[in-house]
């Protein structure tokens, strides 16, 4: 595939990723809201997604399963880290605080990455990746309204920052050149770690578990649960994920990062629209700081002709 092409193909992967997982906190809310604990709504999700992508990862790994026994180690890390962790840790983060604040704190992870890469891999970022950050952090605290106006639960802002390192791991780990694994095995494989870890957890009472089936009220209508356990197995990750990495290997983990910042405005759209979350002002006009700085590290990738690939050792 020509380098331009290639391009277009991942943004275009990074967009649909961004707004599939933009589905999640609507979807989890509705479960939460209805009694579910974010444990609960975690191991549903990937237990059913693991159960939907068996399938297609068996006939991708067909006569290769050397490549996941090669990828053990990091397919382990990512199942634990940037799966279940990531994933635990934002519900844990949308219990406490509307959707669309959880995700922009969640989505320090691309500043994160940005460090990783300097620090590992002593790729400085240049001026205009800079400028992106610092816009970005600017964003963040006006997301955070350090003036007091609006009021945050400490707690949920903490769950919401162990889910941005959850997310760093994730665009590294899935963006890294030595890893021969598909994209769909990858994320089959991740989501069967994370599952069979968190059902491990709850079942010796480390993780708070309880579900029902009762009616969930999604988008002020009732509903049956199988509607927001199926949005967040199906849209929000099978599908979310297997784009989500392709998205990475084609285009680095630092712009596929930044790229996924627009979950944010997917995920504040949907929670107004379905759920009728909407921020403060200043939260809003924080958001679109933070969403600029991804045409700022866009514009810094484009700069320079050939990207300097990451590996990750397995």
Aim: aromatic share 8%; proline share 4%.
């Amino acid at each position: 595939m020509r380098p331009d092409n290639r391009g277009g193909t991942g943004l275009t992967l990074a967009l649909l990723s961004a707004a599939l997982f933009g589905t999640s906190g609507t979807f989890a809310a509705a479960l939460i809201d209805a009694g579910w604990t974010p444990g609960a709504a975690v191991t549903a999700r990937l237990a059913i997604a693991a159960l939907l992508l068996t399938v297609p990862a068996l006939v991708s790994l067909h006569g290769r399963w050397y490549l996941l026994r090669r990828a053990a180690g990091l397919v382990t890390v990512y199942g634990l880290v940037a799966v279940a962790g990531c994933q635990l840790f934002y519900f844990n983060a949308v219990a406490r605080l509307d959707v669309g604040v959880a995700l922009l704190l969640e989505y320090l992870g691309p500043l994160l990455v940005v460090g990783w890469l300097w620090m590992r891999h002593a790729q400085r970022p240049r001026r205009l990746t800079v400028g992106g950050t610092a816009l970005a952090v600017l964003g963040l605290f006006l997301v955070l309204d350090v003036a007091g106006s609006v009021d945050l639960d400490a707690v949920g802002v903490a769950w919401a920052l162990a889910a941005a390192a959850g997310l760093a791991v994730f665009f590294v780990l899935s963006a890294g050149t030595a890893n021969p694994v598909p994209a769909v095995v990858m994320a089959w494989a991740g989501m069967c770690v994370g599952a069979a870890t968190l059902i491990l957890a709850a079942g010796v009472g480390l993780l708070p578990f309880q579900a029902s089936t009762g009616p969930v009220v999604f988008a002020g209508r009732q509903v049956s649960w199988l509607v927001p356990v199926l949005g967040l197995s199906l849209l929000a990750a099978c599908l979310a994920y297997v784009a989500g990495i392709g998205a990475a290997r084609m285009l680095g983990p630092k712009i596929a990062s930044f790229v996924g910042l627009t979950e944010v405005l997917f995920g504040v759209l949907f929670a107004w629209v379905l759920l009728g979350q909407l921020p403060a002002v200043v939260q809003i006009i924080g958001g679109a700081v933070v969403i600029a700085g991804v045409a700022l590290v866009r514009l810094d990738e484009l700069r320079t002709p050939e990207r300097t690939a990451v590996l990750v050792s397995t």
